[in-house]
């Protein structure tokens, strides 16, 4: 989770290493992967960006043998109630959130839902054992399984935004085989649920010329419905967005991609900043030219986020088809076309 991304960043770096000429890690702990081009040097970057971290809970104090939690991140509060969590204190312990009863909240939650200061986590222990093997500050992370449902969907935590490094991967295989003149910097970012931090640091010190951040976007759904015009269809391709934050050319260019190669893609209006890593990159050193992929995704903060496999394959393919196709002058075609 956000500010502890150490334990998935180092099974990431285990596949990218195979996949790049240079792995690294930054000092503020996202990993970076990095392809070398076949451009004479020194060759124009595209940086391709999606964080991994994810939201969880932390330990806010004891309360006898449970437990007070804080927020790391944002949290939807509805679903935490019955959820099976781990506990990362002296050592890992299970155990499940629970909500104190009715009559016990703040008279103006009576009837409502239970906000994260007011769940608890029951570890089945005594309060002395609970004391001495879980410290205020000790994280505490989702334990709910993966679960394959119909229609080819898979429910799982963190996968926003575990979704978007594995679409990175997805296009650093497919260019396995190919031969891009740009150097292409693979970013799994850090505490972007927190502040977008990860992307700040890694954008400012990479300097690239042109970036793409990854990251999940709302998906329809049963619960949806009435908001079909603020959410994306499942299976049907990731978002490619649009608006201030993001580079109306590179929409267009990914756009035009997708169409030649036959890739759905839907388009996504983002009116203000995105509220992802590309709002950091955007304004990195003197500015970068960013585009913004989106993939649908339902119950976005709880524990069983939804999304199709099929359009984390397409996000990767997508990206792969653009960067074969950058051109060393590529940067010149940009401002042409702006103008």
């Not at 969880?56 to 935490?80: C, K, N, P, Q, W």
């Not at 104190?100 to 029951?122: M, T």
Request: charged share 20%; glycine share 10%.
């Amino acid at each position: 989770m956000s500010g502890h991304e150490h334990p998935v960043r180092d099974v990431i770096a285990g596949v990218w290493r195979d996949l790049s000429d240079e792995v690294r890690v930054d000092p503020l702990g996202s990993l970076i992967a990095i392809r070398n081009g076949r451009g004479r040097k020194p060759r124009p970057k595209i940086m391709l960006a999606a964080h991994m971290d994810n939201i969880g809970l932390m330990v806010a104090g004891h309360a006898g043998e449970f437990l007070r939690v804080s927020a790391i991140g944002g949290i939807d509060a509805r679903v935490m109630p019955g959820q099976p969590v781990t506990v990362h204190g002296r050592r890992d312990l299970p155990g499940l959130v629970v909500a104190p009863p009715d009559f016990l909240l703040p008279s103006a939650q009576r009837g409502g839902v239970a906000l994260v200061p007011e769940l608890l986590i029951d570890l089945g222990l005594g309060a002395a054992e609970v004391a001495a093997q879980v410290r205020v500050g000790d994280v505490v992370s989702f334990a709910q399984p993966p679960v394959a449902l119909n229609g080819g969907l898979l429910a799982s935590p963190a996968l926003d935004n575990r979704a978007s490094v594995a679409a990175v991967t997805v296009c650093l295989e497919a260019l396995a085989d190919r031969s891009p003149v740009w150097d292409v910097l693979a970013v799994a970012t850090t505490q972007e649920e927190v502040g977008l931090y990860g992307a700040q640091t890694a954008a400012y010190a990479l300097a690239p010329q042109l970036a793409i951040a990854i990251d999940v976007t709302f998906g329809t759904g049963p619960a949806a419905r009435d908001f079909a015009d603020r959410t994306y269809e499942l299976g049907k391709g990731p978002t490619i967005a649009f608006g201030p934050n993001l580079h109306p050319v590179l929409y267009k260019h990914l756009s035009d991609c997708a169409e030649r190669g036959g890739l759905p893609y839907q388009s996504e209006p983002v009116a203000a900043h995105s509220g992802t890593d590309a709002r950091a990159i955007q304004i990195a050193r003197e500015g970068v030219p960013c585009a913004l992929l989106g993939i649908p995704l339902r119950n976005m903060h709880t524990p069983v986020e939804v999304v199709h496999p099929q359009d984390v394959y397409t996000t990767g393919r997508l990206m792969a088809d653009f960067i074969a196709g950058l051109t060393p002058d590529y940067l010149g075609r940009l401002a042409r076309e702006l103008d």
